[in-house]
């Protein structure tokens, strides 16, 4: 299961994005979540392929 920090996240509009290394972020939407994220959190997830890009689902906190 690949391994990122949220970058960053919308509360208002529900959605974020996941650094997965220096270069790329991925995508996530709030329903994806497993629990309630803040900016800096360590994160497991699976990746699937949405319509322009690659999107996180399955998102839950490294424990």
């Known amino acids: ?5 949220v970058k960053s996240y919308d509360e208002e509009k529900k959605f974020g994005y996941i650094q997965v290394n220096e ?3 991925i995508f996530f939407y709030h ?4 629990e309630p994220v803040e900016v800096g959190d360590q994160v ?3 990746i699937t392929e949405a319509t322009h890009s690659l ?3 399955y ?3 490294k424990q």
């Open 59 to 61: 998102i839950h906190k």
């Open 1 to 5: 299961m690949p391994v990122g920090i």
């Open 23 to 25: 270069k790329d972020d």
């Open 44 to 46: 497991e997830f699976d």
């Open 31 to 34: 329903a994806d979540l497993d």
């Open 55 to 57: 999107q996180a689902v």
